[in-house]
């Protein structure tokens, strides 16, 4: 493992600049000679003219590649202009990288020397407004540019065609496909930039970069994913929602290598326009949902999910007013419905009634008596107060003699929730103490871990020293939850990417992944196989969920708790969960294998 | 309303219509050039063919609002539906109900499109008993009722707000999707000169 490069800020937390036009045709203006690069570029195209022609309405392109560094482009019959160019080889594929001086557009070409089969990726910036402001139009309402105007953000346009030569034009053409989906890749670039890939949908993937971000938080992207052959693929990505920046490399899956493109402004605006090669370990591959036989080709529309752009950031007193006179637990006792994530949802416990115990956490943490008035309400105090106070409860059994339940703590701002693990097999209690706000938003939430014991009559004595812990051993599973019934109901997997976050992908009715994206997430073992694991869906939608995951029933019992404009509410989780896989990846993150 | 009323496929119903109205024309043109002395009066029988000929048109119309109603439904053009029913007009689509324009736009704008409404139709499909498909036109040509004979997607919404339902929801996705045989009973009126929907009933099997 390198040295890690940590960043005060991860990519969902960076305030990047919302560049104006003029601004980003200035940053981009170093793109007419070429990208960078840190080894020599191909010079296979030299002297070479290329006439490609494309389908769909898409442009037909002919190039002179004058030098290795410099070609002559006219579109579509137009007049020529010159631009810098690189080039990459990859086996028999070439991958060309171009802009169009003067303009914020450009092309990148991966052009199949054998075959003749081109896929053409037209990019430029400055394009989201107009999407935006058409989307809007078709949906009869304003558009929205709460976030700005994201012209640094690159857009892409994707063409499959072929290079005209001798004997007739080839009929094939490469596809988009799912022949990647489930594919995890480590690579190391030419340039030393070290990152973990995870291919875990047909449109979305993510990544951790361990270079460039330290590798704390893994973060998604719209991605495209093109077959050349069974073995060669085309992957391309858009940071959207950070910095915009565009990826686009061809993958070899015979020789783990790959030849890539970076192209936009980094988080100091400044502009990245470099070719790369690079050498990948394969870290895994999970399963994949789609039937025998779909192969993602026809995979419609890659959508983008915006949470930065579509969060609703409260201020402080909207969000006092719902966390002091809007906070729901459970119904208010009526209990939680089967809606949102507890359509799978556990017997509930109620044989609590009338018990009393008291979770005793260390270093300081809180100290709670507690008296179940019956299978809904109890009365909780800190130890040593006098004052008890009522609340609704659920409480579940995840595993045996594992109960897990959770409360609302006092009607303060900001307000916080328990949720409490008791192990009547030993005695030990961990306790995530959720409250509301963020350093960075009032309408997020914060999980706080305590562990320690309890004691309660007839529980075991509890040990001196051990205690649940934290835990890595999640590090790399991907595990399906079925959150609702039906066909095809609601389910994601989630990827548990390092100790400290993971991502969640949604299937599309078809089976295949859809949309993704990511937040920090902790893992605490509580027994062999049994798990609390906890998230905050940051700059998305606020929320603190925490499951207990128990690995041999396959199925959850955990709380959500999120506050916005409805109010405050504390719910249940429970799921039934399969598992899609393991990525080997602990030695990549400086983790014991 | 019992002048002129078909049975016969969808297939024929819907497709052979302008195959219909193209022997409807040739036949025109034939019966002007050998029309025997004895029969009925030149103007009867210009009478009757544009009576035909306008059967047909209406027809062609009412297939075409039809369609268009199934397509804009089935790629969720929520917001151009309304368009095509009457002031007055009132659906019933699997208990999902409203009466007068305005409410039908709020029907497909809002309960359609932020699956608000508990059931949703998605789809529609010509099924086996399409053979059994009607369209009537009163004498007058300007009131029509039809029934169609299909197969449905019904579809319940994702219940919830949370994340994954959120992002599932922007995929287009339901909680469940199911095909379910019944029939559409339609019924139009023609407002100047344009055809309307001024009913549309769906009933299961």
Redesign the interface.
């Given at each position: 493992m390198s040295t890690r490069n940590y960043k005060p800020l991860q990519m969902h937390r960076i305030p990047y600049t919302d560049l104006t036009e003029e601004q980003v045709t200035q940053a981009l203006r170093p793109t007419a000679s070429g990208p960078a690069s840190r080894y020599p570029l191909s010079n296979v195209l030299a002297g070479k003219r290329l006439k490609i022609v494309t389908d769909a309405g898409g442009p037909t392109l002919e190039y002179h590649f004058r030098t290795g560094r410099e070609l002559e482009l006219s579109e579509n019959g137009g007049k020529r202009v010159k631009a810098g160019y690189g080039a990459l080889e990859s086996r028999n594929l070439v991958l060309v990288s171009h802009m169009i001086p003067g303009t914020q557009r450009g092309y990148k070409l991966v052009v199949d020397q054998h075959s003749r089969l081109a896929t053409v990726f037209e990019v430029y910036f400055s394009g989201y407004a107009e999407q935006e402001i058409a989307a809007a139009k078709a949906a009869n309402r304003e558009p929205q540019f709460k976030n700005g105007r994201r012209n640094r953000e690159a857009q892409r346009r994707i063409w499959f065609g072929y290079v005209e030569g001798d004997g007739p034009a080839p009929t094939a053409r490469h596809t988009f496909t799912n022949r990647m989906e489930g594919k995890g890749i480590y690579w190391r670039q030419d340039n030393d930039i070290e990152i973990l890939e995870f291919y875990l949908s047909i449109l979305y993937s993510n990544f951790i970069e361990l270079t460039r971000f330290g590798g704390e938080m893994t973060v998604c992207a719209p991605s495209d994913y093109i077959m050349v052959s069974d073995h060669q693929f085309i992957y391309s990505r858009i940071e959207c929602e950070f910095s915009g920046t565009y990826t686009l490399q061809i993958v070899d899956l015979f020789d783990m290598t790959q030849a890539g493109v970076r192209l936009g402004l980094n988080e100091k605006d400044e502009l990245e326009y470099y070719m790369y090669t690079g050498q990948g370990e394969l870290t895994g591959q999970i399963a994949t949902f789609e039937v025998f036989g779909n192969n993602g080709e026809t995979r419609g529309p890659r959508r983008v999910y915006r949470p930065i752009e579509t969060f609703d950031v409260m201020t402080d007193d909207e969000v006092k007013e719902q966390v002091l006179n809007h906070a729901h637990a459970f119904g208010d006792g009526k209990g939680s419905g089967a809606a949102g994530m507890g359509g799978y949802k556990s017997e509930r416990i109620t044989h609590f009634a009338g018990k009393k115990l008291t979770v005793r956490m260390d270093n300081g943490g809180p100290v709670i008596d507690y008296e179940f008035v019956d299978g809904g309400k109890l009365k909780w105090r800190y130890e040593g107060d006098s004052h008890w106070r009522e609340a609704w409860y659920e409480m579940y059994e995840p595993d045996d003699k594992l109960y897990f339940f959770a409360h609302l703590l006092d009607a303060e701002f900001p307000r916080s929730c328990a949720m409490v693990a008791i192990d009547l097999k030993n005695g030990l209690s961990t306790v995530v103490k959720g409250t509301t706000g963020t350093p960075f938003r009032n309408n997020e939430t914060t999980p706080t871990y305590y562990f320690g014991v309890f004691e309660m009559e007839g529980a075991p004595t509890p040990p001196t020293y051990l205690r649940h812990g934290w835990t890595d051993e999640m590090v790399g599973e991907a595990v399906t939850w079925n959150y609702q019934p039906g066909n095809p109901g609601l389910t994601s997997m989630h990827f548990y990417a390092t100790p400290t976050t993971y991502s969640w992908i949604i299937f599309q009715p078809d089976g295949s992944g859809g949309m993704q994206w990511s937040s920090p997430g902790w893992y605490s073992k509580l027994r062999d196989g049994v798990y609390i694991m906890a998230w905050v869906e940051e700059a998305c939608n606020g929320t603190l969920g925490v499951i207990c995951f128990n690995k041999r029933t396959m199925h959850d019992a955990g709380f959500g708790y999120h506050v916005g404009r409805n109010g405050l509410s504390l719910s249940v989780v429970g799921a039934r969960a399969r598992h899609a896989g393991k990525f080997d990846i602990k030695k990549y993150i400086g983790l014991k294998g | 309303m019992t002048a002129h009323t078909t049975q016969r496929s969808r297939r024929a119903f819907f497709l052979q219509g302008g195959a219909v109205l193209g022997a409807g024309v040739a036949s025109t043109v034939g019966a002007a050039a050998l029309t025997p002395a004895n029969a009925k009066a030149p103007d009867e029988h210009s009478k009757n063919l544009q009576q035909q000929l306008n059967d047909f048109a209406n027809r062609e119309a009412i297939r075409q609002l039809h369609l268009t109603f199934t397509s804009r439904l089935e790629h969720q053009a929520y917001?151009h539906l309304p368009d095509l029913f009457d002031e007055h007009a009132h659906v019933q689509l699997s208990g999902v109900a409203a009466a007068g324009k305005p409410a039908i736009a709020r029907l497909f704008?809002e309960q359609y499109?932020n699956q608000q409404a508990p059931v949703m139709h998605g789809a529609y499909r010509p099924n086996a008993l399409q053979q059994n498909d009607a369209l009537t036109l009163n004498e007058s040509g300007s009131h029509a009722s039809a029934t169609y004979h299909v197969d449905v997607q019904v579809n319940?919404p994702?219940?919830?707000?949370?994340?994954?339902?959120?992002?599932?929801r922007?995929?287009?996705?339901?909680?469940?999707?199911?095909w379910e045989s019944g029939r559409l009973e339609a019924s139009y009126v023609k407002t100047r000169g344009e055809w309307k929907i001024a009913s549309l009933r769906y009933l299961p099997s």
């Open positions: - | 917001e704008a499109r319940t994702l219940q919830g707000d949370c994340t994954a339902a959120q992002m599932a922007l995929q287009g996705q339901m909680a469940d999707c199911r």
